[in-house]
């Protein structure tokens, strides 16, 4: 008796999908010869969970195998797309909101391995030493081989002031390593501040939660009345940004712009598209601004530095992004559970896609060590005829020198670096100790203060 209720209720489920088909044919979706095309498919999955409910070893949990089969449906579409059973969409409402418990990083799957992003700053991993690019094989002993975001995220998931135990690769390193994290709450604090002197401010964008636009408008307006209304630059750096709300992407990018596009977001229809253009209510239009990026900076982030670039508000300065530029809706279900489905891809003002194409800086700067590069310079002299103590100066070079850049400038910055690394953190400014370990930084703040020059240089 109960093996033929479980039948009934199986082929109830059959025709309850073949009647949303019907459904959704009567709202005016031409989707009949498709229904047609997949009730073969349909009956086959009405088929093998009737005979799994009525002939498999063991007695199995039918919501269990329909949460399997949608995981297994949407493993056929890209990483970011992804099912969340309740308690698991439960902690993804709450990651926004600023605080949450974990390990704070931002994963994905790149080649079929699963690796960080970015962990976020001051959080359990970032304390841990978890650096950006990790590939992560293992948690707790686990092999994360074959698994999706989510059930990585699950797995890594845990009490607070528990341990976890992540197997990484490194770039560089031969072995794995064990890393040990122990759980606890992640508060992100996505704006942080610094007065680097002169009028400069730095401020640097961990990620984009629901205050970070409110939180960096605070910031500059703080700055700006210390130094009497002015602003002399301004330098974001969104390395190792992964990202976050796309509201506030769009906001922190209005507040630099007087007109023009932000973002473009086109999905399967091509001739829906949308654009978020800005309000003509940018409040910091009267000073420059650079923004330093790297390979691990992201989705809302890109779509910041793509919006000042195109519209010729900032200068996009370090390594080509990460380029994570589709879009996800996420739909709260009946039971609790949650969809994130891919919808668009993003666009630049331009009408370039951000996707696995990323934003490309306007000047590259490597991140290197400073001690390395000091030998990597040495090295490379008298290759070439500007090498050459003495040389004719070419029209490019001379404009370089006033850049603080290049050849001259490098050798200056490697003395700076000298002289500031032998003194004691409590001697040094806050902009020394900012980037005294900092090559990118550094350099980054060196375009910042050569604005006025680069600008009559590429008029």
Not at 135 to 145: H, Q
Not at 363 to 374: C, L, Q, T
Not at 435 to 444: E, V
Request: a positive charge; aromatic letters at 8%; hydrophobic letters at 40%.
């Amino acid at each position: 008796m109960q093996s033929v209720k479980r039948y009934w209720r199986t082929y109830l489920l059959g025709a309850l999908l073949l009647f949303v088909l019907f459904v959704m044919a009567g709202t005016g979706f031409q989707v009949k010869a498709f229904a047609q095309e997949r009730y073969a498919d349909l009956q086959n999955f009405s088929k093998v969970l009737n005979l799994i409910q009525q002939y498999y070893v063991e007695e199995v949990d039918t919501k269990k195998l329909v949460y399997g089969a949608i995981k297994g449906m949407l493993r056929e579409l890209d990483p970011h797309t992804n099912f969340m059973p309740p308690d698991i969409f439960k902690d993804f409402e709450s990651e926004t909101s600023g605080e949450f418990g974990g390990l704070g990083i931002e994963i994905s799957i790149q080649n079929g391995v699963l690796t960080i992003i970015s962990p976020i700053e001051d959080a359990p991993a970032w304390e841990a030493g978890i650096k950006a690019g990790d590939k992560v094989i293992g948690v707790n002993g686990t092999s994360t081989k074959g698994m999706s975001l989510v059930e990585a995220s699950q797995l890594m998931r845990g009490k607070k002031g528990s341990k976890v135990i992540l197997r990484v690769v490194r770039d560089g390193e031969e072995k794995p390593r064990d890393i040990g994290v122990v759980r606890g709450n992640v508060k992100i604090k996505s704006v942080k501040y610094t007065d680097i002197g002169d009028g400069f401010a730095y401020v640097k964008i961990t990620s984009f939660i629901e205050n970070t636009s409110k939180d960096l408008d605070k910031a500059i307006d703080a700055h700006m009345k210390k130094h009497d209304g002015k602003m002399s630059g301004l330098l974001i750096d969104m390395r190792r940004n992964p990202g976050g709300l796309l509201d506030q992407a769009v906001k922190v990018s209005d507040m630099f712009l007087k007109e023009g596009t932000i973002v473009s977001t086109i999905g399967r229809n091509k001739a829906e598209k949308e654009v978020a253009v800005a309000s003509k209510k940018g409040k910091y239009l009267g000073f420059p601004v650079v923004i330093l990026v790297n390979e691990y900076t992201a989705s809302a982030s890109e779509i910041v530095s793509g919006a000042l670039q195109d519209n010729k508000r900032a200068l996009i300065v370090g390594q080509r992004t990460f380029g994570k530029g589709s879009v996800q809706s996420v739909i709260k279900l009946g039971d609790g559970s949650g969809l994130k489905l891919t919808v668009a891809r993003y666009y630049t003002p331009s009408g370039v896609s951000i996707q696995a194409e990323g934003i490309h800086p306007d000047i590259e700067i490597e991140d290197v060590d400073p001690e390395a590069f000091s030998k990597a310079v040495v090295k490379s002299q008298a290759n070439r005829e500007g090498d050459i103590i003495g040389h004719l100066k070419g029209d490019k070079e001379k404009a370089a020198e006033k850049l603080d850049v290049k050849k001259g400038a490098e050798e200056g910055a490697l003395a700076w670096w000298k002289d500031v690394g032998n003194q004691k953190d409590e001697k040094l400014t806050p902009r020394d100790k900012l980037f005294k370990s900092d090559y990118q930084a550094y350099q980054a703040f060196s375009y910042l203060k050569s604005w006025n020059t680069l600008k009559s240089l590429t008029r």
